[in-house]
Antibody
Framework: QVQLQESGPGLVKPSETLSLTCTVS?????????WSWIRQPAGKGLEWIGR???????NYNPSLKSRVTISVDTSKTQFSLKLSSVTAADTATYYC????????????????????WGQGTTVTVSS | DIQMTQSPSSLSASVGDRVTITCRAS??????LNWYQEKPGKAPKLLIY???SLQSGVPSRFRGSGSGTDFTLTISSLQPEDFATYYC?????????FGQGTKLEIK
């Protein structure tokens, strides 16, 4: 079945750019799904960062939008997160996830849920 | 942004108990509501989507209900593996937002 794996530096200096990649494996196409990033500071709740559809359309959390870029490389079955100008407040476990239309809500709209998640990677922002 | 508020923040219960967790949205989200279970050191796991549809492989003791702004997750008979933190999340629009979580602990 589909598996996701985050990779990237575990330590980033303040003011620099955090870069993470999520590799999709397990067969099947990366196409026609939303691919998302979520983060969780230690001991705290989940924060949605944003998502990308395989046609390149993106949605970002307004609280992070000025600093976030999510991209996808369908040929490598990977998608990536870049978060610029990081501070200690960006220290968290970062998860990638697949968001999928799981059932029909109406004739036009699906119920979407994040049904496959990576194991998470911890990123610390510190000098 | 739609704010999601869960209650209680924490809950103590025993194996075999029936428990209910509540989630309230700051505006109507119809039934665009998901529930996740998170265990320490593990990624969240989708339990319920569309407010009441059980994700494949999730035991039937988990039940979701509600619409509009008020939702509940009920676990009918707690099992040892159910002690975890539960989050609601709306899928009505973007940005997706999560509740603050409900930690379910063993009494």
């Amino acid at each position: 079945q589909v598996q996701l794996q985050e990779s990237g530096p575990g330590l980033v200096k303040p003011s620099e750019t955090l870069s993470l990649t999520c590799t999709v494996s397990g067969g099947g196409s990366i196409s026609n799904y939303y691919w998302s990033w979520i983060r969780q500071p230690a001991g705290k709740g989940l924060e949605w960062i944003g998502r990308i559809y395989t046609n390149g359309n993106t949605n970002y959390n307004p609280s992070l939008k000025s600093r976030v870029t999510i991209s996808v490389d369908t040929s490598k079955t990977q998608f990536s997160l870049k978060l610029s100008s990081v501070t200690a407040a960006d220290t968290a476990t970062y998860y990638c996830a697949r968001e999928y239309g799981l059932g029909m809500a109406t004739t036009q709209y699906y119920y979407y849920g994040m049904d496959v998640w990576g194991q998470g990677t911890t990123v610390t922002v510190s000098s | 942004d739609i704010q999601m508020t869960q209650s209680p923040s924490s809950l103590s219960a025993s194996v075999g108990d029936r428990v209910t967790i509540t989630c309230r949205a700051s505006q109507s989200i119809s039934t665009y509501l998901n529930w996740y279970q998170e265990k320490p050191g593990k990624a969240p796991k989708l339990l319920i989507y569309g407010a009441s549809s059980l994700q494949s492989g999730v035991p039937s003791r988990f039940r979701g209900s509600g619409s509009g702004t008020d939702f509940t997750l009920t676990i009918s008979s707690l099992q040892p593996e159910d002690f975890a933190t539960y989050y609601c999340q709306h899928s009505y629009n973007t940005p997706r937002t999560f509740g603050q979580g409900t930690k379910l602990e063993i009494k």
